[in-house]
């Protein structure tokens, strides 16, 4: 028998979750469905794994563009509002630091710029104040030497298993249906118009309207009809965490988070990266993150197959190790880590290089949003927000065009004339 919704968005990750809140105070009936996260006994699938399942990720109101400024800024003035409403805490206001390489002082100007205009203030630094304020911190070798954007309100890092926890909480009490479930199949029944929704566990269900926030793997669970593919690249994300001792705790807990930004074109000597603080992995112990920019050892994944196999199996190539090695060694030179253990994760990028929020094609029953491209979780509740008013079929309210949101077939994509795409030649868009 089908069970019938209004609305069923496919994906309970940071996306779907959002989106379903919203949902959920407009529509009372609202079915989100995602697989929860696995233990360590269950069997390993395609459907098993989301980027939300880690303790930190940074986030500040300083964005590249306009258009990330305005999702992460809309977003973040939430995230406290979330925490109370939800009773859940996972915004933690260490400050944002980015270190930027003086030859593009250009853009560095247009970030600036687009603060005064968000009246976000962000304190420029010399090498030399950098020094002072944050002597745990060496400062990198940079051609023409380094400056940095310092964001100390409403910037450092969220939990974003926690965050993903707090919206679905706020979408179930304010109605929406949660189910733990992976979709297998969409298709629109010619004879009623609606879409029936396959599930794993073996469910036939029926909505009026759909919204696809699966993530990395939606080109590959079956989850957009008619064989429907969008442009969308997956990507290694190797990580490494080094555990700090108690007294190596205290030295480096006061650091904010930080994002270096390189243009030259050096391959893996490229330094653009990113930096965490100590947090608190589940294991009970205290690590430091790094992780990369888009160097060339940030390998392109091809197939739901390996994708699987690197999200199961957590272990980065020697190459990958080895280059984020060196980079902790500049940026922390008197780390004495207790263990160094890898981490893996997966980014999409997309060729616009924003979320796709739209729908499909000409049908403005199916709608997706997906395409993080580094930035989704700090801009997520905007996003789902966002992506919710589109799948009501709502009055826009964003002041972004919302074509810039438009989705991308993969037949229609441009901007690759083979080898690394266009779009993620440096200078990079950094998380």
Known sequence: MSENFEVVVVGAGMFGSAAAKYLARARSKVLLIGPAEPGGDETVSQYAFGAH???????????????????????????????????????????????????????????LDQCRRDDIFVERMSEDAMRRCFPELGILPMVGGTEGLFESKQAGYINPRKLVAAQIALAAASGAEVRRDAVTGIEKDAATGLWRIHTNLGSSISTERVLVAAGVFTNHNNVLPGGIQLAMHAFTEPNLLFEVDDDQLDRLRALPTVVTVDPADTGDANLSLYLLPPIRYPDGRWYLRIGPGMQPFVEELFTAEAMTEWYADQQITTRQAKSLTSMMELMAPDLKPVSVRAAGCIIEKTPSRYPYIGYLDDDSTISVAIGGNGHGARGSDEIGRLAAVTALGERWDCPIDRAVFAPIHAEHAVGSTGGRPDFLKPPFGLC
């Open 53 to 111: 399942f880690d303790e930190a990720r940074i986030t500040r109101r300083l964005g590249w563009d306009a258009v990330w400024s305005t999702t992460d800024a809309r977003s973040m003035e939430r995230f406290r509002d979330i925490e109370a409403e939800s009773g859940m805490e996972f915004f933690h206001e260490c400050g944002s630091l980015i270190v930027v390489a003086r030859s593009i002082a250009h853009r560095t100007e247009a970030m």
